[in-house]
């Protein structure tokens, strides 16, 4: 794949949209979902996507936050800026968003229909110490699925077995699991023995298993993480 700027320019455009996203969120008191909006509607995602330099390194991240509110007419008093930036959980969705927008060459208005700011920070718990290949992995599926996928099915997937194979390890019938996994069964009515079954084969908790039943999309990605690297994030 032809990337829209070279790979040099990568790590300044993470850092720059993670710190925009934890000065808007942490500093400036913006949901992460509204700012990104922001971000797309004024125009600079687009920009920022397509590698022009003033956007991608050519400025801080709380400049770049400036400049989008900005465009988007936000009139209030902005705070001052952090002197250092800590890996909050805002910034890991602004730090992987831009790396994700830079592997795949979807654009962020298409990226953000999907992943939107709540399932960026849903994925953060699971994701944040993995090894970026496993992020973009996750990203890709969730691109691909929709949202529909279950979270037992996530999980399962990500230990790398087959659905016989965990039917076998837990002492689950194949087809229960199976149900479950397309939600013809509501796996939060399981009994109690399967849960614990699932879950010690899979290594996760039971309530990383669970499907909110009032939103499932939104908490697809709160499942247990396998013990992964820590990521390079700077």
């Not at 250092?84 to 060459?105: D, K, M, N, R, T």
């Not at 969730?142 to 194979?165: A, D, F, P, W, Y």
């Not at 399981?190 to 499932?216: H, M, Q, V, Y």
Request: glycine share 8%; net charge negative; charged share 25%.
């Amino acid at each position: 794949m032809i990337h829209a700027y070279d790979e040099r320019y990568l790590d300044d455009a993470m850092k720059n949209l993670g710190e925009a996203a934890d000065y808007a969120v942490c500093l400036c008191g913006i949901e992460l979902g509204e700012f990104l909006r922001m971000f797309v509607a004024s125009g600079i995602a687009d920009r920022f996507g397509n590698g022009v330099p003033k956007y991608v390194s050519g400025m801080s991240g709380t400049e770049l936050a400036g400049e989008i509110f900005s465009s988007a007419g936000y009139k209030s008093v902005l705070p001052a800026p952090r002197d250092e930036y800590s890996l909050s959980p805002e910034y890991w969705c602004g730090w992987v968003l831009a790396l994700y927008q830079w592997f795949s060459g979807n654009t962020f208005k298409r990226i953000l229909e999907k992943i939107d700011g709540d399932t960026l920070l849903k994925m953060y718990p699971t994701l944040h110490e993995a090894p970026e290949q496993k992020c973009m992995e996750t990203m890709n599926e969730i691109m691909k699925r929709g949202g529909n996928v279950s979270k037992l099915q996530l999980i399962r997937e990500s230990r790398e077995l087959t659905q016989k194979e965990l039917s076998e390890k837990a002492g689950v019938n194949l087809r229960t699991l199976q149900q479950y996994e397309i939600r013809a069964k509501n796996i939060n009515r399981a009994a109690a023995s399967t849960l614990i079954a699932l879950s010690k084969t899979l290594g996760c908790r039971i309530e990383d298993l669970l499907e909110t039943e009032e939103n499932p999309v939104e908490d697809l990605f709160t499942f247990a993480a396998e013990d992964f690297s820590i990521s390079s994030l700077k």
